[in-house]
């Protein structure tokens, strides 16, 4: 159910809002289409999906979200059993793309948001305080007061600067963990992540394990095996299909891997568990 959906008509200025929404999705609902719009971030604030986009799927659940930009192919549709809540907005302006340089929200398609972040904190009230007042919208001051909040937010806690003088030791760890968890399903490397932070492998994983207490590769392997314990309990999908999904193009590396993780073989896992007892083992790594 589409609980709001509001167009603006607002001038091309710097930034504005061209857009806001809220939808509780129920088991059938699905899109896909080229997108018109500019740039429209989600939020996911209940609830489980999918997003595809560029030939990738991501699960995506509570403070999660996507981004879809102007051609971009998408599709995406909510988990039969838990049907997600969304919330979004669309953005314009002759300045949006400098002020996204510098945030993960510039490039990525799927990010994680701080739980109880100010960033969404700023998404909810857009949104919210439209619904309630929809006969009567505030004015455009209040928005673009909303939308200049929104960023100094964003680049607070999407900050991605490519020097470790410009990011504390604590951001340089948490973008390596949205980075992995992102982008876990592509071919990445430790050492990829490494340089896409412009740092040493080493002082990344002293970095990482001071703050998460395990390793980026051993959150790499946790978070590729967990995604492909879902997906062998929630699809039909084969476990050579499910491997190249999680990021493994080698089905017998897969298996064995998900051996030692488990105890079981993919098989074996499917044929014993059940999706409940599968959550405990998402919620490990997933907050």
């Known amino acids: 159910m589409r ?35 500019n740039y429209v971030l989600h939020l996911v604030v209940d609830g ?21 930009r102007h051609s971009d192919d998408v599709h995406y549709y909510p988990n039969l059993e838990h049907p997600w809540t969304t919330y979004w907005i669309g953005l314009k302006g002759d300045k949006l793309d400098e002020y996204l340089t510098g945030t993960l929200l510039k490039n990525e398609h799927v990010i994680k948001f701080h739980p109880n972040g100010k960033t969404q904190e700023v998404i909810k009230n857009i949104c919210e305080t439209t619904l309630k007042n929809e006969s009567n919208l ?30 504390v030791s604590k951001e340089l760890a948490e973008v390596a963990y949205h ?57 039909d999908d084969t476990i050579s299909a499910i491997s190249q999904k999680v990021g493994f193009h080698d089905p017998l590396y897969f298996s064995k891997s ?22 405990e083992s998402w919620e490990k790594f997933g907050d």
């Open 258 to 279: 998900f051996s030692n993780y488990y105890d079981l073989s993919p098989s074996k896992f499917r044929e014993q568990h059940d999706y409940d007892s599968y959550l």
């Open 138 to 167: 505030p004015n455009e001051f209040w928005y673009k007061s909303q939308l200049y909040l929104l960023f100094n937010y964003i680049k607070k806690e999407f900050s991605v600067k490519n020097t470790t003088n410009s990011l």
């Open 48 to 68: 489980e999906g999918f997003f595809k986009v560029d030939g990738q799927e991501y699960r995506l659940s509570k403070d999660e979200g996507y981004i879809i």
């Open 179 to 235: 980075y992995i968890y992102t982008n876990y399903m592509n071919e990445i490397s430790i050492e990829e992540v490494a340089e896409y932070l412009a740092v040493s492998r080493s002082y990344l994983y002293k970095l990482f394990k001071k703050k998460y207490d395990f390793s980026p590769q051993q959150f790499l392997l946790d978070r590729r095996l967990t995604v492909a314990a879902s997906l062998l309990l929630t699809t």
């Open 3 to 37: 609980n709001l959906w509001v167009y603006f008509n607002n001038p091309e200025t710097d930034l504005n809002i061209d857009e806001c929404g809220i939808q509780t999705y129920n088991e059938v609902e699905t899109y896909q289409y080229k997108v018109y719009q």
